[in-house]
Structure formats: structure tokens, C-alpha cells
């Protein structure tokens, strides 16, 4: 791969013709039309939070340099001009481009918001007369994207999906983003409820495609790569979502970031009453044994039989000692085995004093079952019988 350094490009050439859409994935322009600010292997852009791209401002305005910038070289139009796409670099053009176009303000000493157009000319004339040091990449597509995964090393990483992202760039891609990677989306909100991330970083789009891959989402979109179609993406992804809001009446927060697609690809075809599950997700969140209410559901969609995802509250070490001391005492008036099933039984064990760090608590009458975590309900023992008896 080729690379040579342009100095003769400034903020205001960069600015010359920027287009800034809501939804930048469909394309940012600059140079008057001849740079491509965000080909569609990029990522959304995410500096807008009123302080990573106010920081380049303050650094153009300061005289502070922005750092190297990647532009890759894709062609010459019919006025021999470059076509020109950006590598590396597209967060600090976009808040460049941004803030001529009174996108957002920057506060002055005052703490007063002053937008572009309200700044002195001085300082308009230094921002657009700020140099950028540019190199200029030439090489196979192959080669680009390689060099684009190591240049996103440094500053805020690409995360897995923007890498895939890159890697299948095509028309499923673009089509795919355009639905998942839309902030202007109606529907994010909704989504929100049940995936976790944002659309910016592409967490709807790597969540929709791992729940349509299962698992698999590197050989989904290598095959689907020159596809312009996502019905089948969007089909599913609707699916799931509407079977868990079918399913699951009322939102709760620890919904979020479910492993739903695992989920609806394991009970899907079970009938549920909506009605029941809500009264039994209240019943569990109201049980103050339960300590995980991440796993009410998965609990719920099993038929309440795995009480290990709800991480029951065990008995309190004050409980343990005295259940251990009382059947102790009880065991060695009687002459029997401080563990009642030992006790009970006719074996080697039936007359034997266990020490307490060989029992463990148990519940008489199952937490399952309706038995609560409390001294009433506890029993002593021994740690075989109480690893064989489960949930029994």
C-alpha cells in the first residue's frame, strides 16, 4: 500500500460542501463532494456528547494539533480530481463539520454558549485556516481495511461489530445499518427494552444479527455480504421481540440484555398465559429470597424448575450455627447421627456426630416449593445427603 502526506489541506477545504444527515451512515461529504467523510465500513458518530466534540474545537481555537488523518484514495472523477474517502480521522471531521454548520455551541469564558455563527471573524478565519496533516493511502481494498483495523487501535477502539462491519462492507451492510444503526429509528425505544447498547455502536445491529446467526454472525454476513436485501435480518429480529412482549406483558429493567435470542429459539413453541406470567415475575420480585432477578425469566419460561438462576438466598451463618447446635445437642441425648437422613438410614453413619464444617444448611420444605429462608425451615446436613437430595 502506497501512502503520501498532504499539508495543503485546511478546515475550510474540508468544509467546503460538508452534508451532515441525522443518520450519517448514509453518507458525509466534504471537499466539495470529493471526500467521502464516512464510507460505510465506519462507524456512526459518537463524539456528540458535548465534550469530546467540543475538545476539538477548543483544540482548533488553541492551536493545538488534531493529530494524523487517514484518507484513503478510491479514484479520480472526470475532472481529475482524487475521490477520496477518510480512514482515520472521521470523529474530528465530523465535529469540525458540525460546528461551521451550528450543529452544536462551545462556551466561552462566561460559560455562554457561542455557535459558529456567533464567534468573532477572527476566530472563524483561524478555524478554517487550521492545516490538517493528511496522508493519503492507495491499495487494494484488502489492504485498506487491514491498515483501518490497525489505525482503530489507538483512541476509542472499534468494538467487534464495527470491525465485521468493515470487514463485509456491501449492500447488506449498508441496508442493515440503515435499520439497526439509525438513532432516528421509532422503534429503537422499543428495542431498547430488551438489547443493551446503543444503535451508534451498532449493538442493535450485532445483537439482530447473533440472534439470526445463532452465534454465528461472521458466516451470516460473509454470505449475505452482496445482498441488498435484510428481510430475512428484520423478519426475525421482529419475532423475537414480539414473542417476548407477548410473553412477558409488563417491562422490567433487568430485561435488558437478555440472552433472548437463545431464549425464543428454546421456547418459542411453548404456550404461555400472559396473564400467569405476570402475576408469577410480581410474586418473584416480591420474594426477598431472590437475589437475581435477571434469571426471574428464564426461571419462569423453564417451568420454574432451575432455582439455581435465581441465586436463592442461602441461611445466614447465626441461622446455620444454631440449627447445628440444637440438632447436635438433640443427636447425643438420642444417640443418633446429628444428621437426620443419616439418622434415618441404616448405614456406617446412623450414630454419627458430624462437625459443622461437614454439614451445610438445607431447606426442610424446598424454597420452591414454597419453603422460606428462615430458622424454622432450616436443617442440618451432612454434606453427601445434602448434595444428593437437590431440590427435593
Same mark, same amino acid.
Given at each position: 500500500?502506497?501512502?503520501?502526506?498532504?499539508?495543503?489541506?485546511?478546515?475550510?477545504?474540508?468544509?467546503?460542501?460538508?452534508?451532515?444527515?441525522?443518520?450519517?451512515?448514509?453518507?458525509?461529504?466534504?471537499?466539495?463532494?470529493?471526500? $467521502?467523510?464516512?464510507?460505510? !465500513?465506519?462507524?456512526?458518530?459518537?463524539?456528540?456528547?458535548?465534550?469530546?466534540? %467540543?475538545? *476539538?474545537?477548543?483544540?482548533?481555537?488553541?492551536?493545538?494539533?488534531?493529530?494524523?488523518?487517514?484518507?484513503?484514495? $478510491?479514484?479520480?472523477? #472526470?475532472?481529475?480530481?482524487?475521490?477520496?474517502?477518510?480512514?482515520?480521522?472521521?470523529?474530528?471531521?465530523?465535529?469540525?463539520?458540525?460546528?461551521?454548520?451550528?450543529?452544536? =455551541?462551545?462556551?466561552?469564558?462566561?460559560?455562554?454558549?457561542?455557535?459558529?455563527?456567533?464567534?468573532?471573524?477572527?476566530?472563524?478565519?483561524?478555524?478554517?485556516?487550521? =492545516?490538517?496533516?493528511?496522508?493519503?493511502?492507495?491499495?487494494?481494498?484488502?489492504?485498506?481495511?487491514?491498515?483501518?483495523?490497525?489505525?482503530?487501535?489507538?483512541?476509542? =477502539?472499534?468494538?467487534?461489530?464495527?470491525?465485521?462491519? &468493515?470487514?463485509?462492507?456491501?449492500?447488506?451492510?449498508?441496508?442493515?445499518?440503515? %435499520?439497526?444503526?439509525?438513532?432516528?429509528?421509532?422503534?429503537?425505544?422499543?428495542?431498547?427494552?430488551?438489547?443493551?447498547?446503543?444503535?451508534?455502536?451498532?449493538?442493535?445491529?450485532?445483537?439482530?444479527?447473533?440472534?439470526?446467526?445463532?452465534?454465528?454472525?461472521?458466516?451470516?454476513?460473509?454470505?449475505?455480504?452482496?445482498?441488498?436485501?435484510?428481510?430475512?435480518?428484520?423478519?426475525?429480529?421482529?419475532?423475537?421481540?414480539?414473542?417476548?412482549?407477548? $410473553?412477558? =406483558?409488563?417491562?422490567?429493567?433487568?430485561?435488558?440484555?437478555?440472552?433472548?435470542?437463545?431464549?425464543?429459539?428454546? !421456547?418459542? $413453541? +411453548?404456550?404461555?398465559?400472559?396473564? +400467569?406470567?405476570?402475576?408469577?415475575?410480581?410474586?418473584? !420480585?416480591?420474594?426477598?429470597?431472590?437475589?437475581?432477578?435477571?434469571?426471574?425469566?428464564?426461571?419462569?419460561?423453564?417451568?420454574?424448575?432451575?432455582?439455581?438462576?435465581?441465586? *436463592?438466598?442461602?441461611?445466614?451463618?447465626?441461622?446455620?450455627?444454631?440449627?447445628?447446635?440444637?440438632?447436635?445437642?438433640? &443427636?447425643?441425648?438420642?444417640?443418633?447421627?446429628?444428621?437426620?437422613?443419616? &439418622?434415618?438410614?441404616?448405614?456406617?453413619?446412623?450414630?454419627?456426630?458430624?462437625?459443622?464444617?461437614?454439614?451445610?444448611?438445607?431447606?426442610?420444605?424446598?424454597?420452591?416449593? #414454597?419453603?422460606?429462608?428462615?430458622?424454622?425451615?432450616?436443617?442440618?446436613?451432612?454434606?453427601?445427603?445434602?448434595?444428593?437430595?437437590?431440590?427435593?
Amino acid at each position: 500500500m502506497k501512502t503520501h502526506l498532504r499539508t495543503d489541506i485546511t478546515v475550510g477545504d474540508i468544509c467546503n460542501g460538508f452534508v451532515y444527515n441525522e443518520f450519517e451512515g448514509k453518507g458525509l461529504f466534504g471537499l466539495a463532494g470529493s471526500l $467521502t467523510i464516512q464510507p460505510e !465500513y465506519q462507524r456512526n458518530y459518537i463524539y456528540a456528547d458535548g465534550k469530546k466534540d %467540543v475538545a *476539538v474545537i477548543e483544540s482548533v481555537l488553541k492551536g493545538y494539533p488534531l493529530g494524523l488523518i487517514y484518507f484513503n484514495k $478510491t479514484g479520480v472523477d #472526470g475532472a481529475g480530481r482524487d475521490q477520496l474517502e477518510v480512514l482515520d480521522g472521521q470523529q474530528r471531521i465530523t465535529s469540525l463539520g458540525r460546528y461551521v454548520t451550528n450543529k452544536f =455551541p462551545i462556551m466561552d469564558s462566561s460559560g455562554v454558549p457561542q455557535y459558529f455563527s456567533g464567534i468573532s471573524q477572527d476566530q472563524q478565519d483561524l478555524i478554517f485556516s487550521t =492545516p490538517l496533516l493528511v496522508y493519503v493511502c492507495e491499495g487494494s481494498e484488502k489492504e485498506i481495511k487491514e491498515w483501518f483495523k490497525t489505525i482503530n487501535i489507538a483512541g476509542v =477502539p472499534l468494538n467487534e461489530q464495527e470491525l465485521m462491519n &468493515a470487514v463485509f462492507s456491501g449492500p447488506f451492510v449498508t441496508k442493515a445499518r440503515e %435499520v439497526f444503526s439509525n438513532n432516528g429509528n421509532s422503534n429503537i425505544q422499543k428495542w431498547s427494552a430488551y438489547v443493551k447498547g446503543s444503535a451508534d455502536r451498532q449493538d442493535f445491529l450485532a445483537t439482530a444479527l447473533d440472534w439470526a446467526s445463532g452465534g454465528n454472525a461472521s458466516d451470516y454476513m460473509a454470505q449475505r455480504r452482496h445482498s441488498a436485501s435484510i428481510d430475512e435480518l428484520v423478519r426475525h429480529f421482529t419475532s423475537v421481540i414480539d414473542w417476548i412482549s407477548a $410473553t412477558f =406483558p409488563d417491562v422490567e429493567k433487568e430485561m435488558r440484555g437478555l440472552a433472548w435470542g437463545d431464549l425464543y429459539s428454546t !421456547y418459542k $413453541t +411453548h404456550p404461555y398465559d400472559p396473564d +400467569h406470567v405476570r402475576s408469577r415475575v410480581e410474586a418473584l !420480585y416480591a420474594d426477598s429470597c431472590v437475589k437475581n432477578r435477571r434469571g426471574v425469566f428464564e426461571f419462569i419460561l423453564g417451568g420454574e424448575q432451575n432455582t439455581a438462576l435465581l441465586d *436463592v438466598r442461602i441461611f445466614g451463618e447465626d441461622v446455620k450455627r444454631a440449627a447445628y447446635a440444637e440438632q447436635t445437642k438433640e &443427636a447425643r441425648a438420642t444417640g443418633h447421627s446429628n444428621c437426620p437422613l443419616c &439418622a434415618a438410614g441404616q448405614n456406617t453413619n446412623k450414630t454419627r456426630i458430624w462437625v459443622a464444617k461437614e454439614m451445610e444448611a438445607d431447606h426442610v420444605t424446598a424454597w420452591s416449593k #414454597g419453603g422460606a429462608t428462615s430458622r424454622a425451615n432450616c436443617e442440618m446436613l451432612c454434606t453427601n445427603h445434602n448434595r444428593a437430595k437437590g431440590n427435593k
